[in-house]
């Protein structure tokens, strides 16, 4: 459990500085008379708080709100160019590095690939020296770095900012922002799953803005899970919260890399076309590889085998969406992912299973959407993952890294 800090006056006084600077960033423009009214804070503290505010450069004043007569109050922004993020998304082959502002928007990006499997210290190297370069490339002063976010696949332990389990890296207890922090000791660091990062651009900017309770599916090379609570990702114990692709679809069915069987990631998945393989290859269809995007060309070209299987691929989702949506009962269930772009091809599958649930009978509908954002989500993720952190209300003692 995380401790609370014991109350002091420099916790309070830190506390509204953060309050009012979030209401700042969530509300801009916005009136000193808004902040005052959320806040509840007299006038001599919160003009102490907005000034130090701007000559730290983090807000700054801009027009004039409507008025009805007399003095015209200024509106406050929050200066989203007051530093730079770095969001990372680790790859099974590549990492992908951008710089964004502290909005999360995207300034510019980097790919770095590798054939085969890196160990954590090589892409700990890569990641510092890609940012360097983005920042000599860019013209911009390091100093000005002030976190990074880093996504990666797996079991993700965010409080101690440990990989726990990769296995498509093939990294196991990986102390990720340890590493990546002896290269940046002066930039705060962050990890989260790669799912759970993408949910974040979800919450701000895509289908989970005007939600409170909803669920991001991810659909491709694998199947992810994040579940959103109250607008709050719900994490578990150890950030393990979402497992979904690991729950049982099937009773003793196909071995999975988790070391169960019958995972419904292993037929709602590229992995059930990998599982297919010998009766794909008795048949007649033209598919030899089986990447998803792979059989989504081929199913495209009429290979009959091709659509079949994305059919039942979508079927098997289908029940994995009615089970989740029949254990959380939320507004809204968003399917991103690598297979959205091929979404048509089983889309009628999935809706027709998933609909059919515990909550339709009684006439309460759950509403399923394919995410509209595009591929930079993950990097705004990412960033948001630093971001959301270095601007939390600091009610918590920091945690100290166990490994
Ligand atoms: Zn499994």
């Excluded at 669920?215 to 607008?231: E, K, Y």
Aim: glycine share 8%.
């Amino acid at each position: 459990m995380k401790a609370l800090r014991s109350g002091s006056k420099e916790l309070i006084k830190e506390i509204n500085r953060f309050k009012v600077l979030n209401i700042i960033r969530d509300q801009q423009p916005v009136s000193r008379a808004e902040i005052a009214k959320q806040c509840a804070l007299g006038v001599s503290t919160l003009s102490y708080i907005i000034e130090d505010l701007k000559s730290q450069t983090l807000i700054y004043e801009v027009g004039e709100a409507n008025s009805t007569g007399g003095r015209k109050a200024k509106l406050l922004r929050f200066n989203k160019n007051h530093g730079y993020i770095i969001s990372v998304k680790i790859e099974e082959e590549q990492i992908l590095i951008a710089l964004t502002n502290m909005e999360g928007e995207l300034l510019t990006k980097k790919y770095a690939s590798f054939s085969q499997k890196v160990t954590p210290k090589e892409v700990t190297s890569m990641i510092q020296r890609k940012v360097h370069q983005i920042f000599e490339d860019e013209n911009k002063d390091m100093q000005l770095l002030l976190g990074i976010g880093i996504l990666s696949s797996g079991l993700v332990n965010r409080h101690n900012g440990t990989i726990i389990r990769s296995s498509m890296l093939g990294w196991e207890n990986v102390p990720i922002t340890k590493m990546v922090k002896e290269k940046f000791p002066d930039v705060e660091i962050f990890v989260d799953n790669n799912i759970n990062g993408y949910t974040l651009a979800e919450l701000e900017k895509g289908e989970g803005k005007h939600h409170n309770n909803f669920l991001v599916v991810s659909i491709g090379a694998g199947l992810g899970l994040s579940v959103v609570i109250d607008r709050k990702i719900y994490y578990g114990s150890v950030g393990g919260a979402g497992e979904f692709g690991h729950t049982t679809l099937v009773m003793d069915g196909y071995p999975c890399h988790c070391g169960q069987t019958g995972c419904l990631e292993m037929y709602a998945s590229e992995f059930y076309f990998k599982n297919k393989e010998q009766e794909i290859k008795a048949s007649n269809s033209t598919l030899t590889d089986l990447h998803f995007s792979e059989v989504a060309k081929a199913a495209k070209n009429g290979d009959q085998i091709a659509l079949d299987l994305l059919k039942e691929m979508g079927m098997h989702l289908g029940y994995g969406l009615r089970n989740l949506i029949n254990t959380f009962n939320p507004d809204k269930v968003i399917i991103v992912g690598e297979g959205v772009k091929h979404s048509h091809l089983f889309q009628q599958e999935v809706f027709d299973i998933a609909n059919d649930n515990f909550f339709e009978k009684v006439n309460i509908n759950t509403e399923l959407v394919f995410s509209r954002l595009k591929d930079d989500a993950w990097f705004t993720g990412g960033a948001l993952l630093a971001i959301n952190q270095i601007f939390q209300e600091p009610i918590y003692e920091p945690v100290k890294s166990e490994v």
